[in-house]
Each structure stands twice: as C-alpha cells, then as structure tokens.
C-alpha cells in the first residue's frame, strides 16, 4: 500500500518539472520574439529620421510612432482607451505603410496583425520613407 502513494508523488515531480520545463520555453521563445520585434521597429525608426533606442521606451515610442506617420500626439492618449486603441492602432499601421509607399493591405495584414514580420521587411528592405505626406 505504501507503493501507491509513492509513484503518485513521483508523477507529481514529474508533471512539475514538465510545466517549469514548458514555461521556461515558452518565455524564451516570446523573448526570441521580442528582441526580433525590436530590431526591425530600430530599424524602421532609423529610416524615418527618428533614434533607433526610441523603440524601447514604453509609450515613447507609440508617441514617436505617430510622428513617424503625421498623426497628432494626443492620439497617444486613444491607445488607453479600451476596444479604440484597436482601431487606432490599425490606422497608425496602415498610416506606417502609406509612409514607406506599402499598400493599406500591407498595414493591416504585416504591421498589426504579423509585426514582427511587417517590420523587419520594413526595417531591411529597400523601402524609403516618404514621409508623412505620402499617407
């Protein structure tokens, strides 16, 4: 009877160690996402003019996002409110794609839903910025 209690801690360790083991995965893979994220948005920040360390700082960055694309910085403020920031977080990235003369597909499809790829294209490609005017 003792040996039944046994092996059932032995599964617990076991599952414990495959869900640390799991998350520790996880979070290093979103880390891998992340830095890759920000190395194409440094380079997109570059290319308009801007500093490229301007993408690591919270809400900075937003806030030089929308002078990248013309866009007035009060709209900062619409990224706090809830279901808007969606909407405006679209208009921001299809304004980003009118600026490197990409097409509002390009926007929606790369810039929001797929960044990480929207922005290394963006950021490395032969793209240049036309500025603001261009959206």
Do not use: H
Not at 31 to 46: A, D, R
Not at 51 to 80: D, M, S, T
């Amino acid at each position: 009877m003792t040996l039944i209690p046994a092996l059932l801690l032995q599964n617990d360790n076991i599952a414990t160690g495959g869900a640390i083991l799991g998350g520790t995965m996880m979070m290093i893979v979103w880390l891998v996402i992340l830095v890759v994220l920000i190395i194409g948005l440094w380079k997109v920040f570059e290319k308009a003019g801007q500093p490229g360390w301007a993408c690591i700082v919270p809400i900075y960055n937003v806030y030089i996002l929308l002078k990248i694309v013309g866009k007035p910085g009060w709209w900062l403020v619409l990224y706090f409110i809830p279901f808007v920031n969606f909407v405006v977080a679209i208009i921001v990235a299809i304004s980003l794609a009118k600026a490197f003369g990409r097409s509002p597909a390009f926007g929606v499809f790369l810039l929001f839903f797929l960044s990480m790829i929207g922005y290394l294209i963006l950021g490395f490609g032969n793209d240049r910025y036309l500025g603001p005017q261009a959206t």
